[in-house]
């Protein structure tokens, strides 16, 4: 992955998903988290538009990716997450990371990209929308200072984890248990640290390491 690339998945809840949402812009990439609800072709355009180049898929959906790989035009590199046998013309999950060396934390932060987030298409054609590092923290930010995750409390996820609700959801978790793994050069005035009194330590989401599986809930696609 090179700085800049965006990377789709398509998949149900799982701990790698956590693992995709963190490590894409650790390494420099871009999330691009595919609505497991759409129909294909609303998937590949999604592909398409974003310009996605890897594409991390489950089980669940290897059929679909298989077909959907066909026609995307971006589209290099597919990632089977599942434990099972990996398909032809396909990448292993684990098998990537047990050959692969520590990344280096590319430190994007601030107006830098972080991920193309779709509509859900209910009042038209799904549209991209490109939010940066401050968009997500502040977000993540305002979340905590609702005090929807007080320090000790715990968190249950069963969302589906292609929400953009999920990704800000997961950023006022972080904030609590790292205080604040990332800058937020842009919001640091004294109001702000008022309502929220912690420091920031580095640029950019923390790595993440093998966390407990989020609940599975499965989606299917609705027809085209």
Same mark, same amino acid.
């Given at each position: 992955m090179?700085? $800049? /690339?965006?990377?789709?998945?398509?998949?149900? +809840?799982?701990?790698r998903?956590?693992?995709?949402?963190?490590?894409?812009?650790?390494?420099?990439?871009?999330?691009?988290?595919?609505?497991?609800?759409?129909s294909?072709?609303?998937?590949?355009y999604?592909?398409?538009?974003?310009? =996605?180049?890897?594409?991390?898929? /489950?089980e669940?959906?290897?059929? %679909?990716?298989?077909?959907?790989?066909?026609?995307?035009? *971006? %589209?290099r590199e597919?990632?089977?997450?599942?434990?099972?046998?990996?398909?032809?013309g396909?990448?292993?999950?684990?098998?990537?990371?047990?050959?692969?060396?520590?990344? *280096?934390?590319?430190?994007?932060?601030g107006?830098?990209?972080?991920?193309?987030?779709?509509?859900?298409g209910?009042?038209?054609?799904?549209?991209?929308?490109?939010?940066?590092h *401050? +968009?997500?923290?502040s =977000?993540?930010?305002?979340?905590?200072?609702?005090?929807?995750?007080p320090?000790? =409390?715990?968190?249950? @996820?069963?969302?589906?984890?292609? @929400?953009? $609700?999920?990704?800000?959801?997961?950023?006022?978790?972080?904030?609590?248990?790292?205080?604040?793994?990332?800058?937020? +050069?842009?919001?640091?005035?004294?109001?702000?640290r008022d309502?929220?009194?912690?420091?920031?330590?580095?640029?950019?989401?923390p790595?993440?390491?093998?966390h407990?599986a989020?609940?599975?809930?499965?989606?299917? %696609?609705?027809?085209?």
């Amino acid at each position: 992955m090179r700085d $800049g /690339d965006r990377v789709a998945m398509l998949a149900r +809840n799982s701990d790698r998903y956590l693992e995709y949402q963190m490590a894409v812009p650790w390494g420099g990439g871009v999330l691009n988290p595919c609505n497991t609800r759409w129909s294909a072709s609303e998937i590949l355009y999604s592909l398409n538009d974003s310009g =996605s180049i890897h594409l991390l898929v /489950d089980e669940t959906f290897r059929p %679909l990716a298989e077909e959907i790989r066909r026609y995307a035009t *971006t %589209l290099r590199e597919v990632v089977c997450c599942d434990d099972g046998d990996v398909p032809t013309g396909m990448h292993g999950y684990e098998a990537l990371l047990a050959q692969a060396e520590p990344a *280096t934390d590319a430190v994007r932060r601030g107006d830098d990209l972080a991920g193309i987030f779709y509509t859900g298409g209910t009042t038209g054609f799904p549209k991209g929308v490109m939010l940066s590092h *401050t +968009n997500l923290c502040s =977000s993540g930010l305002a979340a905590h200072a609702e005090g929807l995750a007080p320090a000790g =409390s715990t968190y249950l @996820h069963a969302a589906p984890m292609f @929400h953009l $609700g999920v990704v800000v959801l997961f950023v006022q978790n972080l904030a609590v248990l790292f205080e604040f793994p990332f800058q937020i +050069n842009d919001l640091e005035t004294q109001r702000f640290r008022d309502r929220c009194p912690f420091r920031a330590k580095s640029g950019g989401f923390p790595v993440s390491g093998r966390h407990g599986a989020a609940l599975q809930v499965p989606y299917s %696609l609705r027809s085209k």
